[in-house]
């Protein structure tokens, strides 16, 4: 944890100090919450010691410093464990596409593994019943979702 | 919009009055200052032109352009400078982030009449905090302070605490810096001319202050 500056015992350039703090792990916070969207739910909340403006004072300042210095430490640990998860998903994919019967009924969606959109990867056999008897099995890519501008075509 | 434009809607030339920051606070908070242009404008329905701007607004502002929005620079200062007051920008959003807000819940910049539009439009544009005042209703030039004791906003009941960070004429607070806001800048139907008042923090270039004033002024006018 970051140890508050001070001064010649002058409050006024703690304070300046840990503003300066703030506004560093500010930024840093805003980034992480920005990279993790939407995979991870970051909390960059840090409760606000005033309903109403007023100057906020050391001890303040250095609540809410340790506040976002928390909050930024925890986001890096759900961005890294997330990131993980993705790894492993990656492979288990990875296996699956290589050998489909091995994981049957196996779904892999595409935020599983972290990326965009709402696609998916499913283990499923071919011909169905048929499939399930002979081990014929493949794995079937969806594509996702279709976009709301393609049902208006199908629609029209 | 660029400025040259907001100026050629105008066809003048808004010159933004500097305000002035309590010593005290102005110590604390470098870079915090306070700038106004008087414009001829009442409370009323949106006219055409200002409401198809807010519906292109609308049309290129995407949620991608919100959970960015806090990495920007202006965005980022105003969320900073809340963060320094006291104040959780997550529950008490900035502006422009309130407007982002609201954007993605109605799926539009609703239209809620003038000079509120006007604002919109600018804060949208630049990022810029602004507040609308009764140009008529002050009295000498604005400041930021705190407040003293015994101070209240007006038509509002109760005392502000003493040293609640407020913007004020010459003669008594008229809101609180930011936050939620207790009053309504004192315009009534008979208002004929608006002060449109720019909240500088530190981080917010003085271009951006002018180009916010510029375009609301221009919606106001339009």
Not at chain 1, 114 to 131: A, Q
Not at chain 2, 191 to 215: C, F, M, N, S, Y
Request: hydrophobic share 45%; with cysteine; aromatic share 6%.
């Amino acid at each position: 944890m970051l140890t508050t500056l001070r001064v010649g015992g002058d409050e006024r350039l703690a304070r300046a100090e840990l503003r300066r703090q703030i506004g560093r792990l500010e930024h840093q916070l805003s980034r992480l919450a920005a990279e993790a969207f939407p995979r991870v739910a970051i909390d960059t909340g840090v409760a606000g010691h005033f309903a109403e403006p007023r100057v906020a004072g050391l001890a303040e300042l250095e609540q809410v410093r340790d506040a976002l210095a928390d909050r930024i430490a925890a986001a890096r640990v759900a961005l890294e464990t997330q990131g993980e998860l993705e790894t492993s998903n990656r492979e288990l994919l990875r296996r699956m596409l290589a050998a489909p019967a091995e994981h049957k009924w196996l779904r892999i969606s595409r935020a599983d593994v972290g990326e965009p959109g709402c696609g998916h990867w499913h283990s499923r056999p071919r011909l169905g019943p048929l499939g399930m008897l002979m081990g014929w099995w493949r794995v079937k890519v969806s594509s996702g979702c279709p976009l709301s501008a393609r049902l208006a075509a199908v629609e029209r | 919009m660029d400025a040259g434009g907001a100026r050629s809607q105008l066809g003048w030339e808004p010159s933004p009055e500097q305000g002035w920051v309590a010593p005290h606070i102005a110590e604390e908070f470098p870079g915090l200052g306070l700038a106004w242009v008087e414009v001829d404008g009442r409370l009323g329905r949106t006219t055409e032109p200002v409401l198809q701007r807010l519906r292109d607004l609308s049309d290129r502002f995407y949620g991608s352009h919100a959970i960015h929005m806090r990495e920007r620079p202006i965005p980022w200062a105003y969320r900073v400078f809340f963060r320094q007051i006291g104040l959780d920008p997550d529950r008490t959003r900035t502006p422009i982030e309130q407007l982002a807000l609201d954007r993605l819940h109605a799926g539009a910049f609703a239209s809620r009449g003038m000079p509120v539009d006007a604002l919109t439009i600018a804060t949208v544009e630049t990022g810029v905090a602004l507040r609308a005042f009764d140009a008529a209703k002050l009295s000498g030039r604005l400041c930021i302070r705190d407040s003293a004791p015994g101070e209240s906003l007006p038509g509002k009941p109760g005392k502000l605490a003493q040293g609640t960070l407020t913007i004020a004429d010459e003669r008594a607070p008229l809101e609180l810096l930011f936050g939620p806001s207790t009053a309504d800048g004192g315009l009534e139907s008979d208002t004929a001319r608006i002060a449109v008042v720019a909240v500088q923090v530190k981080g917010v270039p003085q271009a951006a202050i002018d180009e916010a004033l510029w375009i609301a002024c221009a919606a106001i006018q339009a």
